[in-house]
């Protein structure tokens, strides 16, 4: 009988305020771990949402929004965002798909080319596009902008295309025995 191996590890999702990481996780697991609100920098430290799978366990950091900004409290929290990268398997990146640049995704992008890690871009919010046919030259765009493992539109709030995110994530995760018993 072929078994599959057993694949765990651990995931960073980041992105810029208010792009839906907490909605995804909370998506992801099934049940609210995380806060979700319209008020940006909610998420104020990692939260960590552990995913069961029969051949895998996922564990997730939700971090907070990373953007440019002068005020304290922000800097430390996007501090707290970029040192979870050094400490991850892999990393989701997630960005709004009606939102346009607003520095942050500079900022992720040069933070990401100095990092030897896997990234999957998830291009959140697609049931906002109005137009249907934006959504490719939006991949397009992201693409030529950074060596992504994978680029995955999806809806987190609707559940379109999540498990096909979930997916791609797995085949990235390295084999290995779960981190967590479980009931966690």
């Known amino acids: 009988m072929n078994r599959r191996p057993f694949k765990s590890g651990f995931i960073a999702i980041i992105g810029a305020p208010n792009v ?7 998506q992801i697991l099934g049940e609210k771990i995380s806060i979700t609100s319209e008020r940006p920098q909610t998420t104020r430290n990692r939260i960590m949402g552990v995913l069961h799978r029969p051949n895998a366990q996922f564990i997730f950091l939700d971090t907070p929004g990373v953007h440019h900004t002068r005020k304290k409290m922000n800097k430390r929290m996007i501090r707290v ?16 798909a009606a939102r346009r640049d607003q520095g942050s995704d ?6 990401l080319a100095s990092i030897d890690k896997p990234v999957i871009l998830a291009i959140n919010k697609i049931d906002m596009v109005q137009n249907r ?9 992201w ?10 539109p999806i809806s987190a709030l ?10 791609e994530m797995l085949a990235l995760l ?11």
Do not use: W
């Open 158 to 167: 609707k559940n379109i295309q999540v498990e096909d995110l979930l997916d």
């Open 20 to 26: 839906g990481k907490s909605t995804l996780l909370n």
């Open 174 to 184: 390295p084999e290995g025995p779960g981190f967590f018993p479980e009931d966690t």
């Open 81 to 96: 965002a970029l040192s979870t990268l050094a400490d991850v398997d892999q990393i989701l990146y997630l960005t709004d």
């Open 133 to 141: 046919k934006d959504i490719l030259p939006l991949i397009e765009a």
């Open 143 to 152: 693409g030529e902008r950074h060596d992504f493992a994978a680029i995955v």
């Open 106 to 111: 500079e900022l992720l992008l040069k933070t």
